[in-house]
């Protein structure tokens, strides 16, 4: 069974450019997850989806990330205009339900 | 505000010995608890739960103890092997399945 694909695993910008993350779910996982990682601290959830409806999005900077997924199978996640604070690895999760949570390699974002 | 904690960032072991990895939580409504493994370059990986009604569960080599009143809990790996260096994350889960994750150990076990 594979597993969660995310691209690009790697991502050099400056600030106030625009970037953008793509993450395919391990096939029939309703529900899918980004969470952002800063270096030395443990994931935190930016987003909730079950199907292409969102379930939480309150960590979500809203005034910069946006996240789609709209067909209920792969999920974006935008950031417009990046930050320095931004640079982070952002980690997709997906699961069948709400169970154990399976996360890709990560997408590692530095802002300079 | 910092739901769980893990306040040793690393801990090194003798191959064979046991290591015990710590964490506290503030979170009284965490349904369940989870320990994730992580090797560099990848993302973290489940590698054993309880549920916030028991105080102990056991998968081979890996032992999760759970002190509600203390809001405290352990993993246990004996013996512990070389492989099973990487960091090592405790995480609180809610009903929403929300995980909220500690900073992490980073776990080294000398052969």
């Known amino acids: 069974e594979a597993g969660v694909a995310q691209s690009p695993r790697y991502k050099i910008i400056e600030k106030r450019q625009s970037v953008a993350f793509w993450c395919n779910p391990i096939s029939g996982h309703a529900t899918l997850y980004w969470y952002q990682q800063i270096l030395g601290q443990g994931p935190k959830l930016l987003i909730q989806f079950q199907n292409n409806g969102v379930v939480d999005d309150s960590q979500l900077p809203k005034d910069r990330f946006s996240a789609e997924r709209l067909k209920g199978v792969d999920s974006t996640l935008k950031i417009q205009p990046a930050k320095l604070e931004d640079s982070a690895v952002y980690l997709c999760?997906?699961?069948?339900?709400?169970?154990?949570?399976?996360f890709g390699p990560g997408t590692r974002l530095t802002v300079l | 505000d910092q739901q769980v904690k893990q306040n040793s960032p690393s801990l090194s072991v003798q191959e064979g010995r046991i290591s015990i990895l710590n964490c506290d939580y503030t979170?009284?409504?965490?349904?369940?608890f989870l320990w994730y493994k992580k090797y560099p370059a990848e993302g973290p990986t489940f590698l054993i739960s309880?549920?916030?009604?028991?105080d102990k569960n056991e998968d081979g080599r890996f032992t999760v103890f759970l002190n509600k009143s203390a809001k405290h809990l352990s993993l246990h790996i004996v013996p512990s092997q070389p492989g099973d260096s990487a960091v090592y994350f405790c995480?609180?889960?809610?009903?929403?399945?929300?995980?909220?994750f500690g900073t992490g150990t980073r776990l080294t076990v000398i052969p």
């Open positions: 309880i549920s916030s009604i028991k």
């Open positions: 995480a609180g889960q809610t009903g929403a399945n929300n995980l909220f």
């Open positions: 999760a997906s699961s069948l339900d709400l169970d154990t949570q399976y």
């Open positions: 979170n009284s409504m965490f349904d369940y």
